[in-house]
């Protein structure tokens, strides 16, 4: 039997072809790791400071004394109850549903009222207006909270919102302050989101006798619903997680916020570490509750406002 051997000749160009292209393949690849490698390390560095604290609340104060944070045991549920009562977590977390809820719905109402007169109308004033509600976010807090709470001890308001007779120590001053900080931005953002609708919906609406509060209500509001459940999951968080206003303006303990409960479980003389580990992750809840409420909205919102415009 016999066999033939096939040859196939290869021309140099071949060779100076493929060899480039492999060498190229094996840079991506290359450079594909190290990116993999170093945003694995980042998402670490990251996590690692809340998958402590998490770690840290579930373990007893003595034990991790005796023992050290990086042992493994003394493993307890007892610190969360301990937090919920020590800190009084009930009452703080019915302050902090009267402070967010009125100020997220006032806020996002009046900011879409100030974006759709700038969006929809043309006057001298136009930018000088949406510049005017923007400039509350131009200055921290810290150089303002000051002159803030002088100006809230003079303004009086009926004994049936403040027992202090003024704007000062009352949820309706926190609330005002919070509104004044956070509008702008909600403004300039749905501003933004208002220009990219087209304007023929608001001729037709025109031709048929719409108001221009019927615009508003119809025609603007429904489609910007992906732009306001993001500034919703936004606000929350943001006026949820305020610290500085609250401490500033609200002087009587049982009016505190949640965020500022956490001073209740702090020790005169030591804090527990494990026991204020276990009270932040009780707070944390809430703000991840609302933002997998809102997550179809909040993605939406802003793929939609990259892609416009």
């Known amino acids: 039997m016999t066999t033939v051997t096939a040859t196939v000749p290869f021309k140099d160009e071949d060779v100076a072809v493929s060899r480039p292209v492999t060498v190229g393949k094996k840079k991506r690849r290359r450079k594909r790791i190290v990116l993999q490698a170093f945003l694995i390390v980042v998402a670490v560095g990251w996590l690692f400071p809340l998958l402590w604290a998490v770690f840290a609340s579930f373990r007893d104060y003595v034990y991790t004394q005796a023992h050290g944070y990086g042992s493994l045991g003394g493993f307890t549920l007892g610190n969360y109850a301990d937090a919920w009562r020590r800190g009084e977590f009930t009452q703080h977390f019915l302050n902090s549903v009267i402070i967010v809820v009125p100020t997220v719905l006032l806020t996002l109402t009046l900011a879409s009222g100030v974006a759709f007169v700038v969006a929809r109308f043309s006057f001298r004033f136009n930018l000088a207006m949406l510049g005017f509600f923007t400039a509350a976010n131009l200055l921290p807090p ?168």
């Open 142 to 309: 810290q150089a303002l909270i000051i002159p803030l709470f002088r100006i809230f001890r003079e303004i009086p308001v009926p004994t049936f919102i403040s027992e202090s007779g003024t704007l000062l120590d009352s949820f309706l001053g926190l609330i005002l302050a919070n509104m004044a900080f956070q509008i702008g931005f909600c403004a300039f953002v749905l501003s933004n989101y208002m220009k990219t609708l087209p304007r023929d919906l608001y001729e037709a609406a025109q031709v048929d006798g719409a108001s221009v509060f019927r615009q508003y209500w119809s025609i603007t509001l429904p489609l910007c619903r992906p732009a306001l459940g993001a500034l919703a999951a936004l606000e929350v968080v943001f006026i949820y997680n305020e610290f500085l206003l609250a401490t500033a303006l609200l002087q009587t303990g049982d009016k505190f916020p949640i965020t500022s409960a956490l001073n209740n479980l702090r020790g005169e003389f030591f804090t527990d570490t494990n026991l204020l580990s276990a009270g932040s992750v009780i707070i944390a809840i809430p703000p991840i509750f609302v933002f997998l409420l809102l997550q179809r909205q909040f993605v939406r919102g802003l793929t939609l406002g990259a892609t416009k415009g």
